[in-house]
Nanobody
Framework: QLQLVESGGNLVQPGGTLRLSCAAS????????IGWFRQAPGKEREGVSC????????NYADSVKGRFTISRDNTKNTVYLQMNSLKPEDTAVYYC?????????????????????????WGQGTQVTVSS
C-alpha cells in the first residue's frame, strides 16, 4: 500500500521560504501524479499544485503561481514543494496525495473539491504557519 509522509512545515515570517517534502514508501512514486493540497481552519481542502508522474507537467493554483514550485525526484521517491515569498494566507496544514497519472488529474487538481477527491493515499499533513 502506498504511504506518503509530509515534512518540512514550520513557523516562518512573511516573505520567508520553506521546502516541503512528500516521501513515499510501499510503492514507487514514478507511476503516480502527485498533488499538494492545503487546509486552513474552517476552510475546505484546496489544491495548491500538482505534478505528473514524469515531472513534465505541472499545475498551480492562481494564489501561489510565481511563488511556489513543485518538483519530484523519482530516484528518491520524493516530491517537493518549494514555497517562496510566503504570506500569512498561506498558513494551513499541507498534505500530499497520489492519483492516477492522467492529464485531467493534474489540470483539475486545483479546480474545486472535485479535483481533490480523485486523490488518495493522503499523508498526515505538515503545519505551515506564516506569521510575524
Amino acid at each position: 500500500q502506498l504511504q506518503l509522509v509530509e515534512s518540512g512545515g514550520n513557523l516562518v515570517q512573511p516573505g520567508g521560504t520553506l521546502r516541503l517534502s512528500c516521501a513515499a514508501s510501499g510503492y514507487t512514486l514514478d507511476s503516480y501524479a502527485i498533488g499538494w493540497f492545503r487546509q486552513a481552519p474552517g476552510k475546505e481542502r484546496e489544491g495548491v499544485s500538482c505534478i505528473s508522474a514524469s515531472g513534465k507537467n505541472t499545475n498551480y493554483a492562481d494564489s501561489v503561481k510565481g511563488r511556489f514550485t513543485i518538483s519530484r525526484d523519482n530516484t528518491k521517491n520524493t516530491v517537493y514543494l518549494q514555497m517562496n515569498s510566503l504570506k500569512p494566507e498561506d498558513t494551513a496544514v499541507y498534505y500530499c496525495a497520489a492519483a492516477e497519472n492522467r492529464p485531467s488529474v493534474v489540470v483539475g487538481c486545483t479546480v474545486g473539491p472535485r479535483g481533490v477527491r480523485v486523490f488518495g493515499s493522503w499523508g498526515q499533513g505538515t503545519q505551515v504557519t506564516v506569521s510575524s
